[in-house]
């Protein structure tokens, strides 16, 4: 008992963790916010209309893989190696993402024409919603936040976009505006939040952002393989969307989105946990201390899985009430989707952990290949289960994809087969079992 108080007394005190702290305290709240004006918001627009909006969101998250240019975890290992070249970094990565995030916009306009032809409203929405990756290009200031463990600013300017889009989103229940204002709300949060943090970052730090074309290469050359990465996760986490929209209808969306956004709404938790002490195990790996690494990357992951099967649980046993509640009858056909859609939230977290196992090891070629496997597998599962079951067959099809990704996808490959260990490892708790005892 003595040990496990020790170890919860160690993580709370932990700088990390205060920045976690930050993280979650700002996303509670978003969700609070986010949670009371969505339901509102989804009840107003009904099934049919609150699924066309997010049919078209799902082809603005596939391209917005495409628009970030998997920079996140790399630049954060790059201001760690080089300290006195952040700003040359950052600029050069804000260029190249904005550039990206124009040609992103026009993809999305060429492909709703193609697969909507005929269907202006679908075409609207997709382009307005599409103008927020053009200031998420600078959000990648959020990696100086990170890298420096300061996300206290980011939060802040998170909370204050969630304030102002909660704002505009109830002045369009109460005027009764069409679905095409509800479109704006995404862009307006991102250009808020794009602003917060640009200002932020200019009033922490002396270093101005530059453009350095040479530093921006360097970035995209190690970043390649997360591109094709998040191709490929964008791919299986949206394509089911898109595909329901296409076998299905809209309606049908609409449920299938109710249960994603239930099932994900706290991933906030793990996912802040995540990227604050990402820069703390990137460190002690850099700094060799092998034993002390192995055991805070076992430590993260026993946390958070075991904090994922604890809230799907609870979301399983409760769910048809949840989904009353939250948005009320006219929705109860999520309900047993939702059951399904809670599990492969654990293997999503156990995917994004990954990421900083693959960083720490320079595996990041390998990352393109676990979810060039998924993608496939996702959609031949969704062209067979979709038309068969319904969208339970897309959240099975997903939930099956997330643990071949996740588990099964390291084991092919040799130099990849000790992540599927520590994970199974961690799980188990091997590191409290075995009594080690490293201090740091």
Same mark, same amino acid.
């Given at each position: 008992?003595?040990?496990?108080?020790?170890?919860?007394? #160690?993580?709370?005190?932990?700088?990390?963790?205060?920045?976690?702290?930050?993280?979650?305290?700002?996303?509670?709240?978003? $969700?609070?916010?986010?949670?009371?004006?969505?339901?509102?918001?989804?009840?107003?627009?009904?099934?049919?209309?609150?699924?066309?909006?997010?049919?078209?969101?799902?082809?603005?998250?596939?391209?917005?893989?495409?628009?970030?240019?998997?920079?996140?975890?790399?630049?954060?290992?790059?201001?760690?190696?080089?300290?006195?070249?952040?700003?040359?970094?950052?600029?050069?990565?804000?260029?190249? #993402?904005?550039?990206?995030? +124009?040609?992103?916009?026009?993809?999305?306009?060429?492909?709703?024409?193609?697969?909507?032809?005929?269907?202006?409203?679908?075409?609207?929405?997709?382009?307005?919603?599409?103008?927020?990756?053009?200031?998420?290009?600078?959000?990648?200031?959020?990696?100086?936040?990170?890298?420096?463990?300061?996300?206290?600013? !980011?939060?802040?300017?998170?909370?204050?976009?969630?304030?102002? +889009?909660?704002?505009?989103?109830?002045?369009?229940?109460?005027?009764?505006?069409?679905?095409?204002?509800?479109?704006?709300?995404?862009?307006?949060?991102?250009?808020?939040?794009?602003?917060?943090?640009?200002?932020?970052?200019?009033?922490?730090?002396?270093?101005?952002?530059?453009?350095?074309?040479?530093?921006?290469?360097? +970035?995209?050359?190690?970043?390649?393989?997360?591109?094709?990465? %998040?191709?490929?996760?964008?791919?299986?986490?949206?394509?089911?969307?898109?595909?329901?929209?296409?076998?299905?209808?809209?309606?049908?969306?609409?449920?299938?989105?109710?249960?994603?956004?239930?099932?994900? $709404?706290?991933?906030?938790?793990?996912?802040? @946990?995540?990227?604050?002490?990402?820069?703390?195990?990137?460190?002690?790996?850099?700094?060799?201390?092998?034993?002390?690494?192995?055991?805070?990357?076992?430590?993260?992951?026993?946390?958070?899985?075991?904090?994922?099967?604890?809230?799907?649980?609870? !979301?399983? +046993?409760?769910?048809?009430?949840?989904?009353?509640?939250?948005?009320?009858?006219?929705?109860?056909?999520?309900?047993?989707?939702?059951?399904?859609?809670?599990?492969?939230?654990?293997?999503?977290?156990?995917?994004?952990?990954? %990421?900083?196992?693959?960083?720490?090891?320079?595996?990041?070629?390998?990352?393109?290949?676990?979810?060039?496997?998924?993608?496939?597998?996702?959609? !031949?599962?969704?062209?067979?289960?979709?038309?068969?079951?319904?969208?339970?067959?897309?959240?099975?099809?997903?939930?099956?994809?997330?643990?071949?990704?996740?588990?099964?996808?390291?084991?092919?490959?040799?130099?990849?087969?000790?992540?599927?260990?520590?994970?199974?490892?961690?799980? @188990?708790?091997?590191?409290?079992?075995?009594?080690?005892?490293?201090?740091?």
């Amino acid at each position: 008992m003595n040990r496990i108080n020790m170890w919860f007394k #160690r993580l709370a005190n932990s700088k990390g963790m205060r920045n976690s702290f930050w993280i979650i305290g700002e996303q509670v709240f978003q $969700m609070f916010v986010s949670l009371i004006v969505g339901m509102l918001s989804a009840r107003y627009l009904g099934p049919g209309n609150y699924g066309s909006l997010n049919y078209t969101a799902s082809l603005v998250s596939f391209f917005s893989a495409i628009s970030t240019l998997g920079m996140e975890g790399v630049v954060v290992k790059k201001l760690i190696e080089h300290p006195n070249e952040e700003g040359d970094y950052l600029g050069a990565c804000i260029l190249l #993402r904005f550039f990206a995030s +124009v040609f992103s916009i026009l993809s999305i306009g060429i492909m709703i024409v193609i697969l909507n032809p005929g269907n202006p409203l679908k075409l609207c929405l997709g382009l307005i919603q599409g103008i927020q990756l053009a200031w998420k290009s600078v959000f990648i200031l959020d990696s100086w936040f990170q890298r420096h463990l300061c996300s206290r600013y !980011v939060s802040l300017g998170k909370a204050g976009a969630c304030l102002c +889009v909660a704002t505009y989103k109830i002045y369009l229940l109460v005027a009764k505006k069409s679905i095409i204002w509800f479109a704006f709300s995404t862009v307006i949060s991102e250009m808020i939040l794009a602003l917060t943090v640009f200002w932020f970052y200019s009033q922490e730090t002396t270093q101005k952002i530059r453009i350095n074309l040479k530093k921006g290469m360097e +970035v995209l050359k190690e970043s390649y393989h997360f591109i094709i990465s %998040g191709l490929m996760s964008a791919t299986y986490g949206q394509m089911d969307k898109i595909m329901i929209g296409s076998y299905l209808g809209d309606q049908q969306v609409g449920y299938y989105t109710t249960a994603n956004t239930i099932s994900s $709404m706290w991933l906030f938790v793990p996912i802040a @946990v995540i990227n604050s002490f990402q820069p703390k195990i990137l460190e002690l790996k850099n700094s060799k201390n092998e034993k002390l690494y192995q055991r805070r990357l076992e430590q993260l992951y026993s946390f958070l899985i075991w904090m994922c099967i604890g809230f799907s649980l609870v !979301v399983c +046993v409760f769910s048809r009430w949840i989904v009353q509640i939250l948005y009320g009858d006219a929705y109860t056909e999520a309900t047993e989707t939702l059951k399904i859609c809670i599990w492969y939230e654990l293997f999503a977290i156990i995917g994004t952990m990954r %990421g900083i196992w693959i960083l720490a090891e320079k595996k990041n070629q390998y990352a393109k290949y676990f979810l060039g496997i998924g993608a496939v597998v996702n959609i !031949v599962l969704n062209v067979m289960w979709i038309p068969a079951f319904g969208i339970n067959g897309a959240a099975y099809a997903t939930l099956i994809t997330q643990i071949v990704t996740s588990m099964i996808a390291p084991l092919l490959f040799k130099e990849t087969r000790n992540y599927t260990k520590l994970v199974l490892e961690a799980f @188990v708790c091997k590191w409290w079992l075995d009594g080690r005892t490293i201090e740091g």
